[in-house]
């Protein structure tokens, strides 16, 4: 009994010390005060580009750990072509942190909402999300089918995938499945708890951490600009926010949400050497959503593939928008 009563004042002071940190997260983290407003009061940094008249608007999400500047050079091209709009996810670069504990992809997907309800309230608009940020696009898909087909004519889905994590680069329908997912959920759970001595190590800035990023989410021989802004991302962003997102990550899944997809142009884009979210689980993904999907599959990318690749990205998205105002047969769609 004295054992378990142990354990119960040590989670309870792991609990209070979590919370102290997510609350002073936000003291520092207030956001953009002239940004988009989400729901819960969070203001997010949202930058527009592009001429007001435009055929279409064209929204950059980013994924875990990122920040909207990694759509620089996606960001320059498109904007001959479509008014573009990117934003800072929240807790990440510029917008603000609410203190909360724990961030899921439905509430990322409710901010997406956000950004699209504020800026482009009016015409057809094209919704590209990396990693984390497809997952927001996924969760928007869920909770908002109608704005799909009606307001948003097209989607991209680069270096992410609608199955749980624990999932990726496996058969989504295995007898071992609830096993995998807890698993990995478990250990989410245990990074979260354990954010705040962690975040006083500073890990991330660290050598062997970051050759352990590197390795991660590059394949060989990534450009340095690419690393440099990746490694500049994930040391700006506070060790609570990224635990705070994890369990939510852990437990995704977005399967369901395909469905309202299935009746646009999608783009599918992944790197053959993305070891995050491998090829395999696009083109799952690609099957799941239909003969309206399109897969890219790019050789000897890793998970990074809109900095590391980014010409193929970007002439793959211009495909999409030419797609997005057509029929695949080449007619005009209203």
């Given at each position: 009994?004295?054992?378990?009563?142990?354990?119960?004042?040590?989670?309870?002071?792991?609990?209070?010390?979590?919370?102290?940190?997510?609350?002073?997260?936000?003291?520092?983290?207030?956001?953009?005060?002239?940004?988009?407003?989400?729901?819960?009061?969070?203001?997010?940094?949202?930058?527009?580009?592009?001429?007001?008249?435009?055929?279409?608007?064209?929204?950059?999400?980013?994924?875990?750990?990122?920040?909207?500047?990694?759509?620089?050079?996606?960001?320059?091209?498109?904007?001959?072509?479509?008014?573009?709009?990117?934003?800072?996810?929240?807790?990440?670069?510029?917008?603000?942190?609410?203190?909360?504990?724990?961030?899921?992809?439905?509430?990322?997907?409710?901010?997406?909402?956000?950004?699209?309800?504020?800026?482009?309230?009016?015409?057809?608009?094209?919704?590209?999300?990396?990693?984390?940020?497809?997952?927001?696009?996924?969760?928007?898909?869920g909770r908002r089918p109608d704005l799909f087909g009606d307001r948003v004519v097209g989607v991209t889905l680069l270096s992410t995938l609608a199955a749980p994590?624990?999932?990726?680069?496996?058969?989504?329908?295995?007898?071992?499945?609830?096993?995998r997912v807890g698993a990995v959920s478990a250990a989410a759970a245990a990074l979260w708890?354990?954010?705040?001595?962690?975040?006083?190590?500073?890990?991330?800035?660290?050598?062997?951490?970051?050759?352990?990023?590197?390795?991660?989410?590059?394949?060989?021989?990534?450009?340095?600009?690419?690393?440099?802004?990746?490694?500049?991302?994930?040391?700006?962003?506070?060790?609570?926010?990224?635990?705070?997102?994890?369990?939510?990550?852990?437990?995704?899944?977005?399967?369901?949400?395909?469905?309202?997809?299935?009746?646009?142009?999608?783009?599918?884009?992944?790197?053959?050497?993305?070891?995050?979210?491998?090829?395999?689980?696009?083109?799952?993904?690609?099957?799941?959503?239909?003969?309206?999907?399109?897969?890219?599959?790019?050789?000897?990318?890793?998970?990074?593939?809109?900095?590391?690749?980014?010409?193929?990205?970007?002439?793959?998205?211009?495909?999409?928008?030419?797609?997005?105002?057509?029929?695949?047969?080449?007619?005009?769609?209203?």
């Amino acid at each position: 009994m004295t054992a378990v009563r142990a354990g119960a004042v040590a989670l309870a002071g792991a609990l209070a010390v979590r919370a102290w940190t997510a609350r002073r997260t936000a003291r520092t983290h207030p956001g953009d005060p002239t940004g988009v407003r989400t729901d819960d009061g969070v203001r997010l940094h949202v930058e527009v580009a592009g001429s007001p008249a435009a055929p279409v608007t064209v929204v950059l999400a980013h994924g875990f750990a990122a920040r909207s500047t990694m759509w620089d050079p996606q960001w320059a091209a498109l904007q001959e072509h479509a008014r573009v709009v990117r934003f800072d996810q929240r807790g990440h670069g510029r917008s603000g942190w609410p203190g909360r504990l724990r961030a899921t992809p439905e509430r990322l997907g409710r901010d997406l909402a956000a950004v699209v309800d504020r800026v482009a309230p009016a015409g057809p608009v094209v919704l590209v999300g990396h990693s984390m940020g497809g997952m927001a696009l996924l969760a928007l898909a869920g909770r908002r089918p109608d704005l799909f087909g009606d307001r948003v004519v097209g989607v991209t889905l680069l270096s992410t995938l609608a199955a749980p994590l624990a999932l990726a680069g496996r058969d989504d329908a295995g007898s071992r499945t609830p096993v995998r997912v807890g698993a990995v959920s478990a250990a989410a759970a245990a990074l979260w708890l354990a954010s705040p001595p962690v975040h006083l190590l500073h890990p991330f800035r660290t050598g062997p951490v970051q050759r352990l990023l590197r390795h991660r989410l590059f394949a060989a021989d990534p450009p340095e600009q690419a690393v440099r802004e990746m490694t500049g991302a994930w040391t700006a962003t506070p060790t609570a926010v990224m635990s705070a997102h994890l369990p939510g990550l852990a437990g995704y899944d977005g399967r369901a949400a395909v469905d309202a997809l299935r009746t646009l142009p999608v783009l599918v884009l992944a790197g053959t050497d993305d070891t995050t979210v491998p090829a395999t689980a696009a083109e799952r993904l690609t099957r799941r959503l239909g003969p309206r999907a399109r897969l890219v599959l790019v050789p000897g990318a890793g998970h990074m593939v809109p900095l590391t690749h980014a010409e193929v990205v970007t002439a793959a998205l211009l495909d999409l928008l030419a797609r997005s105002r057509t029929g695949d047969d080449g007619r005009r769609v209203s």
